[in-house]
């Protein structure tokens, strides 16, 4: 018998498929993913229909209190239990799936924001002598992203800090780049003669990634 993933689909876009190349990417590897691997538990996480708090300075307190054993208010606890439920639900899940646009050369706040919930020194790394060090073993994740610009190549390389951040982020949580991989759609904006052509690459290239994650 084949083991059995718990796959976290996370979309970080609130437009539908329609209008949205990033969610017609996370639409395409669902639809396939569900198909070629019938017997995992999949569990998808919208972002934007989420009530996802800024890391402000309560929800803050109440970590760093639970972290050192101190008492908290109930208002700590409650921001701490939210950012934890999310990092606890992250945890949990074999492989992860996150579809994400490039906006002002970055991710969406509320993916942001749900980075910060997962990034917790004990939790996803540690501080060592030696520098940070991840705690995060086991994973695979799929990066699913669509920007309207070119940035794999000539100046837009610098500027990129929508995938890179989030492999950034997830290398610093021990996620390493070999089970990290991405599907990437660009210039479509740039270029919008070959925009349909471009999309359904990636579409294709989206499909074949689910059958084989
Ligand atoms: C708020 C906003 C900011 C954007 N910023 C950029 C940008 O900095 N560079 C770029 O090339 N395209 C930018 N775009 C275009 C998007 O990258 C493009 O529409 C892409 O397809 C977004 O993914 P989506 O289709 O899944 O929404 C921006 C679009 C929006 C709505």
Redesign the pocket.
Known sequence: MSYMSNVLFIKA?G?PAE?????TLYETFLKNYKSSHPEDTITELNLFEENLPYYDVTMMNGLFKEAAGEPRTEEEQKLADIANGYLDQFLAADKIVIAF?????TIPAQFSTYLFYLNQAGKTFKYTEQGPVGLVTGKKVALLN????I?SDGPGVALEMSVNYVRNIFNHFGITSSDIQAVV?EG???NPAKAQDIISVGKEEAAALAEKF
Do not use: D, I, K, T
């Open positions: 876009n437009l209008r949205s190349v990033s969610v646009p490039l906006w002002n050369l669509a920007r309207g610009g940035y759609v479509h904006n740039a």
